[in-house]
Nanobody
Framework: QVQLVESGGGLVQAGGSLRLSCAAS????????VGWFRQAPGKEREFVAA????????YYADSVQDRVTISRDNAKNTVYLQMNSLKPEDTAVYFC???????????????????WGQGTQVTVSS
């Protein structure tokens, strides 16, 4: 089993920045790809960004491209999501998720992930 804990959410004004963290514990010796997803009230969970275990490949949703950077520190079993130029429409609960190796066509789909954190709230005020 793998446990994931997100942190770093909060209230920020439009144009501001936040860095979310996803700390993994448990069977972290596995090679896990990690994704960030978000879910706003009344909406489906949507893909934000993902990074492969090696960190060699990153993927981003069009809606956050150029404003978000995903990175990982495998020595700390932690994945980060740096979000800049935040907009009110970025308001959501942000979840990190992990899975064994995924293809580029799978990595953006929440149903492909085996492990999920509890989420952290991000609120962007206008």
């Amino acid at each position: 089993q793998v446990q994931l804990v997100e942190s770093g959410g909060g209230l920020v004004q439009a144009g501001g920045s936040l860095r979310l963290s996803c700390a993994a514990s448990g069977r972290t010796s596995r090679s896990l790809d990690v994704g960030w997803f978000r879910q706003a009230p009344g909406k489906e969970r949507e893909f934000v960004a993902a990074v492969t275990w090696s960190g060699g490949s990153t993927y981003y949703a069009d809606s956050v491209q150029d404003r978000v950077t995903i990175s990982r520190d495998n020595a700390k079993n932690t994945v980060y999501l740096q979000m800049n130029s935040l907009k009110p429409e970025d308001t959501a609960v942000y979840f990190c998720a992990a899975s064994g190796a995924l293809s580029s066509s799978q990595i953006g789909s929440p149903r492909e992930y085996d492990y999920w954190g509890q989420g952290t709230q991000v609120t962007v005020s206008s």
